[in-house]
């Protein structure tokens, strides 16, 4: 490659490098470099001037960024003032002084004559405002009956309520798994069983939902299902509510519920006629099976139990049974993986079940409230409709299927007042002392 090329070649890419090329230049450097003559000499060439002046401009660039800041630095002055006045000396301006300004005395603003007397008026409206609320609010906050004993969570007005706690009219809820017992001036008692909502008035008590028992002894009552359920004096009461329903069974004494008079071991939800409730409707078993007879006096039965499997050509056939001319009997058959409905004359539905066939299954049947059937099997609900004048529920086991501790109520769920927890007494509550204290 002679001299005069290869001064052309670095002269193209030192401009190259700081980009002060014209277009006709490019095109020169380009058709340099595609032409292929003298190639890798050309390319050492190109390369070696871009990287020095690439150099040279970070070398260059961080010294000159430092020379300025050094020169900053020597020429401000103690303050940011003299730096500024410095610099317009420079280039030649003269910054003026600022002249000092003379500020007026400032005059006392008279406050007007009718401020007192407006402060004097508001003052005077909310102290009356005070006295005429400060009564409703001690009425409503007052407590009412106390707490005697607690398992599990309640909470009350955004507090966990323990023993001994007073209550007043705010909401409580009572969180499932969980009681909670009140006792009230008068003597009265309730235990309410979550997962409940209940609001306690004097002598009395509001169920949102869920289960209470009570024993008063003075004239009480309880609202329930948006009817006003009242109790005589010496009585044992157990109310299940849900939502605008709600059922009232009594143990012992007497309660008036929905226009209807509650004798002792009856219960009533405001249909038909008080029912019998305790002792518990007759449970017949059969060789194959069981029935229950009196169905057409009960509103509201839960029944419950286990199904077991010997074979894949087991079954479980329940019906309840209405009467003959209606044409309404429900039927429901469980085979392993399946069940099956047939209600009335319409056409059976299947229903295929999750599991192994043969597995253990739980099968719950509630009547709650209304009409219609809530069908349980492990944890799949169904709902269905119930002939409205059921007489006999009955259940017939074939093909080596068992049916494994089935139990019928009625009227309102769960123990009976012998079976509630109660508070511990007073002896057992020294002797937990005593233990604790020799720990």
């Keep these: 490659m002679d001299r005069s090329r290869e001064q052309r070649i670095t002269e193209l890419a030192t401009g190259l490098s700081i980009g002060d090329l014209s277009q006709s230049e490019l095109e020169e450097l380009h058709d340099i470099l595609a032409s292929g003559e003298d190639a890798e000499e050309t390319a050492q060439i190109v390369w070696k001037t871009l990287d020095l002046s690439l150099d040279l401009q970070a070398s260059v660039g961080t010294i000159f960024q430092d020379t300025v800041r050094h020169r900053l630095d020597a020429e401000r002055s103690a303050s940011s003032q003299g730096f500024l006045d410095s610099l317009w000396s420079r280039l030649s301006f003269d910054r003026p002084k600022l002249q000092e300004i003379v500020v007026p005395d400032p005059r006392p603003r008279r406050?007007?004559?009718?401020?007192?007397?407006?402060?004097?008026?508001?003052?005077?409206?909310?102290?009356?405002?005070?006295?005429?609320?400060?009564?409703?609010?001690?009425?409503?906050?007052?407590?009412?009956?106390?707490v005697a004993s607690v398992r599990g969570t309640t909470r009350h007005a955004k507090r966990v309520l323990v023993p001994g706690a007073s209550v007043d009219r705010q909401p409580m809820t009572v969180h499932e798994k969980s009681w909670l017992s009140l006792v009230w001036p008068e003597g009265d008692k309730a235990t309410i069983i979550g997962p409940a909502s209940v609001v306690v008035h004097p002598r009395g008590l509001l169920l949102?939902?869920?289960?209470?028992?009570?024993?008063?002894?003075?004239?009480?009552?309880?609202?329930?299902?948006?009817?006003?359920?009242?109790?005589?004096?010496?009585?044992?009461?157990?109310?299940?509510?849900?939502?605008?329903?709600?059922i009232v069974g009594v143990e012992k004494g007497r309660a008036r519920y929905r226009g209807a008079v509650i004798e002792a071991e009856k219960a009533y939800s405001g249909?038909?006629?008080?029912?019998?409730?305790?002792?518990?409707?007759?449970?017949?078993?059969?060789?194959?099976?069981?029935?229950?007879?009196?169905l057409a006096e009960m509103a509201d039965?839960?029944?419950?139990?286990?199904?077991?499997?010997?074979?894949?050509?087991?079954?479980?056939?329940?019906?309840?049974?209405?009467?003959?001319?209606?044409?309404?009997?429900?039927?429901?058959?469980?085979?392993?993986?399946?069940?099956?409905?047939?209600?009335?004359?319409?056409?059976?539905?299947?229903?295929?079940?999750?599991?192994?066939?043969?597995?253990?299954?739980?099968?719950?049947?509630?009547?709650?409230?209304?009409?219609?059937?809530?069908?349980?099997?492990?944890?799949?609900?169904?709902?269905?409709?119930?002939p409205a004048s059921a007489t006999r529920f009955v259940g017939r086991c074939e093909g080596g299927a068992r049916l494994g501790s089935?139990?019928?109520?009625?009227?309102?769920?769960?123990?009976?007042?012998?079976?509630?927890?109660?508070?511990?007494?007073?002896?057992?509550?020294?002797?937990?002392?005593?233990?604790?204290?020799?720990?």
Excluded: C
Aim: charged share 25%; aromatic share 8%; proline share 9%.
């Design 111 to 146: 406050r007007p004559r009718w401020l007192p007397l407006a402060i004097g008026g508001l003052l005077m409206l909310i102290g009356v405002a005070l006295v005429a609320w400060w009564p409703k609010r001690t009425a409503w906050e007052a407590p009412i009956a106390k």
């Design 271 to 294: 249909t038909g006629k008080p029912y019998p409730w305790l002792p518990a409707p007759v449970f017949e078993k059969l060789p194959d099976g069981f029935q229950v007879a009196g």
């Design 406 to 439: 089935p139990v019928f109520s009625a009227g309102p769920s769960g123990a009976r007042f012998s079976e509630l927890p109660k508070p511990p007494s007073s002896r057992q509550k020294r002797n937990r002392t005593g233990r604790a204290n020799r720990d």
């Design 301 to 386: 039965w839960r029944f419950e139990g286990t199904i077991e499997w010997e074979s894949v050509e087991a079954s479980v056939e329940l019906t309840l049974l209405g009467r003959p001319a209606e044409r309404s009997d429900l039927h429901l058959r469980l085979e392993p993986g399946k069940l099956t409905i047939r209600e009335g004359e319409r056409a059976p539905r299947l229903f295929e079940l999750s599991g192994a066939p043969l597995l253990v299954r739980r099968l719950e049947i509630i009547q709650r409230f209304s009409s219609r059937w809530i069908v349980r099997v492990d944890d799949i609900r169904f709902a269905v409709a119930a």
């Design 208 to 246: 949102l939902s869920g289960r209470a028992w009570i024993e008063n002894r003075s004239p009480f009552s309880a609202a329930v299902g948006g009817d006003l359920a009242e109790l005589e004096e010496g009585s044992q009461v157990a109310i299940e509510a849900n939502q605008q329903s709600g």
